[in-house]
């Protein structure tokens, strides 16, 4: 067994350069969205990073040197920017490999797409959080958004241009990800990503998931990677489940028992077989990368504050002021979140820590602390039978902050006081 099938690690040094760079260009967005973290409205606010500060955030990107980091241009809606393509041009300009998250609105029209193409983008990421109209449409607040997004999504595919899809999933969609992955599927898409919610925002007002769900749903996408390229977002704790069930597989144990999954979990596979989403299954499954906030991740918000993730409203700095290779590399807050040994309750004594971490953003949101535990983990540390075949599997050297990541003794508890 090989960890490196298991979980992608990053090849650059994490402390140094983070993977990839997330702008919220503006908060202004047609969309009324009941999880936006943004709390997006209508109109642009005057404070927003304008063109010339914004080239200078793509110089602050180049500077960490290449290959750069991804650069992801979000919002809100960045259609709403006019200087978009420009800046999407300057990023190409600079060496930076430029990256679109578009709102799903009438402004995503098939030509705006050709010229984010012409211009440079290498990506589009989409939200797609139902498979129906009813359930899209409904979450995001507007009619007509799920055909607007369709549309752009297949005009897209026709450009040529890579694709993301990114779900959130909350309980008006629960038992619609088996349709989703359907609609990823029939569509094509280079990668589905399933959002676990974090509580900030309008968020705050949505209902949580348990933690035996979520660990039914992170399930769910790890056998429906053998059906479409499939990762999590702000759900670490599928680096825990993909290298559990690596385990299991070469041990021959049964996943559901040992994990003891629910009865979620049997009703999503249910669905899947009879959609016939387990048919036909991929040559080799996408294992998901090992980043986390202010590990190989960084975002910037529309006035230029620099947090470890744009769910985490915890600032370290702006980037007017300090450079972003600086505020990334030396501030307490991302240097600290880089330390596994900061980590609290059961996070700080879980033999995964290193490869897992939990969503400081979720800890955060219903705690205050970023160091706390992960709400949605149900995890006990030490009870996964397999320890010697775990430790054999996460033997790949050193991690930043924290000891090799074959030796992870499980009685250490160093808790912290009360950011992705």
């Not at 149900?378 to 054999?392: C, D, I, K, T, V």
Request: glycine residues 12%; aromatic residues 6%; positive net charge.
């Amino acid at each position: 067994m090989s960890g490196a099938r298991a979980i992608r690690r990053q090849h650059q040094d994490v402390a140094d350069k983070p993977f990839i760079v997330i702008w919220e260009s503006t908060r202004a967005c047609p969309l009324a969205c009941l999880h936006c973290r943004a709390e997006a409205v209508p109109d642009r606010d005057p404070r927003e990073l304008e063109t010339t500060a914004a080239k200078d955030l793509i110089h602050q990107v180049a500077a960490f040197g290449q290959p750069a980091p991804l650069f992801v241009i979000t919002g809100g809606d960045p259609f709403q920017r006019p200087d978009l393509l420009e800046l999407i041009a300057h990023g190409r300009q600079a060496g930076v490999r430029v990256a679109v998250s578009p709102s799903g609105t009438p402004t995503l029209t098939p030509e705006r797409l050709r010229e984010v193409h012409a211009a440079g983008a290498v990506g589009l990421s989409l939200s797609l959080d139902g498979s129906t109209a009813d359930l899209h449409d409904g979450f995001r607040g507007v009619p007509g958004v799920y055909r607007w997004t369709l549309d752009a999504w297949d005009a897209a595919r026709v450009l040529g241009m890579k694709v993301q899809i990114n779900t959130t999933v909350a309980r008006h969609n629960l038992h619609d990800l088996p349709d989703v992955v359907r609609l990823v599927r029939e569509h094509g898409a280079m990668l589905w990503s399933a959002f676990l919610l974090v509580p900030t925002g309008r968020g705050r007002r949505l209902g949580v998931l348990t933690p035996a769900e979520t660990e039914d749903v992170l399930n769910f996408v790890y056998d429906m990677g053998l059906t479409i390229p499939a990762k999590t977002t702000e759900a670490h704790h599928f680096r825990r489940v993909a290298l559990q069930r690596e385990v299991l597989t070469g041990t021959g144990d049964n996943h559901v028992d040992v994990l003891g999954l629910g009865p979620l979990y049997a009703r999503l596979r249910e669905r899947a077989d009879a959609l016939g989403l387990t048919d036909g299954a991929r040559r080799a499954r996408r294992p998901p990368l090992d980043v986390n906030a202010g590990r190989g991740f960084v975002f910037v918000s529309h006035t230029g504050t620099v947090h470890p993730s744009g769910f985490l409203p915890l600032g370290a700095g702006s980037v007017r002021r300090t450079p972003l290779t600086d505020i990334y590399r030396t501030s307490e807050l991302f240097t600290g979140l880089r330390d596994t040994g900061r980590l609290g309750g059961r996070c700080g004594r879980c033999e995964f820590r290193t490869v897992c971490g939990g969503s400081r953003s979720r800890a955060y949101g219903l705690t205050g602390d970023p160091y706390a535990e992960e709400p949605w983990c149900g995890y006990r540390p030490g009870s996964f039978p397999h320890q010697r075949e775990l430790a054999a599997l996460l033997s790949g050297g050193p991690r930043a902050g924290g000891p090799p990541a074959g030796r992870l003794p499980l009685d250490r508890r160093t808790p912290r006081q009360g950011a992705t």
